[in-house]
Protein backbone atom coordinates (compact mmCIF):
# COMPACT_ATOMS: atom_id res chain seq x y z
CA UNK A 1 0.00 0.00 0.00
CA UNK A 2 1.69 3.10 -0.90
CA UNK A 3 -1.36 5.32 -0.07
CA UNK A 4 -3.05 6.75 2.80
CA UNK A 5 -6.43 8.68 3.61
CA UNK A 6 -6.65 11.44 1.07
CA UNK A 7 -9.13 13.05 3.65
CA UNK A 8 -6.80 12.45 6.17
CA UNK A 9 -3.87 13.80 4.54
CA UNK A 10 -5.11 16.63 3.52
CA UNK A 11 -6.96 17.70 6.80
CA UNK A 12 -3.82 17.29 8.77
CA UNK A 13 -2.13 19.72 5.88
CA UNK A 14 -4.52 22.24 6.72
CA UNK A 15 -3.22 25.52 8.16
CA UNK A 16 -5.11 28.00 10.36
CA UNK A 17 -5.53 30.50 7.64
CA UNK A 18 -7.20 27.47 5.68
CA UNK A 19 -10.74 27.60 7.44
CA UNK A 20 -13.17 27.10 4.58
CA UNK A 21 -11.09 23.84 3.51
CA UNK A 22 -10.88 22.35 7.32
CA UNK A 23 -14.99 22.67 7.49
CA UNK A 24 -15.25 20.96 4.12
CA UNK A 25 -12.75 17.62 5.72
CA UNK A 26 -14.91 17.58 8.21
CA UNK A 27 -18.25 17.56 6.25
CA UNK A 28 -16.57 14.71 4.33
CA UNK A 29 -15.86 13.21 7.83
CA UNK A 30 -19.01 13.54 9.61
CA UNK A 31 -21.08 12.41 6.29
CA UNK A 32 -19.61 9.21 6.78
CA UNK A 33 -19.58 9.18 10.55
CA UNK A 34 -23.60 9.80 10.24
CA UNK A 35 -23.59 7.10 7.66
CA UNK A 36 -22.08 4.55 9.77
CA UNK A 37 -23.83 5.78 12.70
CA UNK A 38 -26.94 4.92 10.88
CA UNK A 39 -26.12 1.28 9.90
CA UNK A 40 -25.74 0.59 14.01
CA UNK A 41 -28.55 1.77 14.86
CA UNK A 42 -30.77 -0.09 12.29
CA UNK A 43 -28.80 -2.74 13.34
CA UNK A 44 -29.21 -2.64 17.10
CA UNK A 45 -32.99 -2.12 16.00
CA UNK A 46 -33.47 -4.96 14.45
CA UNK A 47 -31.82 -6.96 17.57
CA UNK A 48 -28.76 -7.57 16.31
CA UNK A 49 -26.30 -5.10 18.45
CA UNK A 50 -26.28 -4.05 21.77
CA UNK A 51 -27.32 -0.84 23.10
CA UNK A 52 -24.01 1.53 22.40
CA UNK A 53 -22.99 5.37 21.50
CA UNK A 54 -23.51 4.95 17.87
CA UNK A 55 -21.46 7.63 17.13
CA UNK A 56 -18.36 6.93 19.06
CA UNK A 57 -18.75 2.87 17.73
CA UNK A 58 -18.54 5.42 14.05
CA UNK A 59 -15.44 7.50 15.20
CA UNK A 60 -13.78 3.97 16.20
CA UNK A 61 -14.55 2.85 12.82
CA UNK A 62 -13.33 5.95 10.68
CA UNK A 63 -10.10 6.55 13.15
CA UNK A 64 -9.16 2.73 12.74
CA UNK A 65 -9.72 2.97 8.90
CA UNK A 66 -7.68 6.02 9.05
CA UNK A 67 -4.76 4.53 11.02
CA UNK A 68 -4.78 1.59 9.07
CA UNK A 69 -4.35 3.30 6.07
CA UNK A 70 -1.46 5.46 7.23
CA UNK A 71 0.06 2.33 8.39
CA UNK A 72 0.12 0.92 5.04
CA UNK A 73 1.29 3.57 3.66
CA UNK A 74 4.71 4.08 5.97
CA UNK A 75 5.28 -0.09 5.94
CA UNK A 76 4.08 -0.07 2.09
CA UNK A 77 2.37 -3.35 3.77
CA UNK A 78 -1.17 -4.46 2.71
CA UNK A 79 -0.55 -7.02 5.39
CA UNK A 80 -0.77 -4.54 8.48
CA UNK A 81 -4.05 -2.75 6.99
CA UNK A 82 -5.57 -6.18 6.78
CA UNK A 83 -4.39 -7.40 10.21
CA UNK A 84 -5.31 -3.89 11.88
CA UNK A 85 -9.42 -4.50 9.58
CA UNK A 86 -9.70 -7.93 11.46
CA UNK A 87 -8.72 -6.88 14.50
CA UNK A 88 -11.32 -3.77 14.12
CA UNK A 89 -13.64 -6.30 13.33
CA UNK A 90 -13.35 -8.47 15.92
CA UNK A 91 -13.56 -5.66 18.60
CA UNK A 92 -16.71 -4.54 16.65
CA UNK A 93 -18.44 -8.32 16.83
CA UNK A 94 -17.70 -7.93 20.13
CA UNK A 95 -20.99 -5.89 20.44
CA UNK A 96 -23.49 -8.63 18.86
CA UNK A 97 -26.47 -9.88 20.76
CA UNK A 98 -24.90 -13.69 21.16
CA UNK A 99 -27.83 -15.22 18.83
CA UNK A 100 -26.69 -13.25 16.31
CA UNK A 101 -23.49 -14.86 15.72
Do not use: W
Amino acid sequence: MTRGCPYGTLGSKVSADDELIRQDVNLIFESAKRKLAAFFIQEKAKGRLHARQHRTQADFCLATIRGAMLIGKVDRSRRRVGEVAREAIAHLRSFLIKSVR
